[in-house]
């Protein structure tokens, strides 16, 4: 029984971290102003490929940001991966 209640609380206490760490890591990567590269999908169909000149936007399924290549800002709808930089 006490076996029991010591790998629970393990257990507990791994997830609690698991969830506190990409939470930090969404929050510094969501809310910072780095920029990062876009890739963009409609219908498995690629629509957008470019870079950010800095904070991006991610509100309701769409995303919005200056575009580096033209210093444009742009909003986008549709599946899109982010990847911020280091």
Do not use: H
């Amino acid at each position: 029984m006490k076996t029991v209640m010591i790998l629970a609380t393990v257990v507990v206490a791994v997830g609690l971290s698991a969830c506190t760490d990409s939470s930090r890591a969404r929050r510094e990567a969501t809310f910072s102003d780095r920029p990062a590269d876009i890739t963009c999908w409609s219908y498995g169909t690629q629509t957008f490929q470019g870079r950010s000149t800095g904070k991006i936007s991610d509100r309701e399924g769409s995303i919005s940001f200056v575009d580096a290549s033209n210093g444009r800002y742009t909003v986008i709808d549709g599946e899109c991966r982010l990847v911020y930089d280091k």
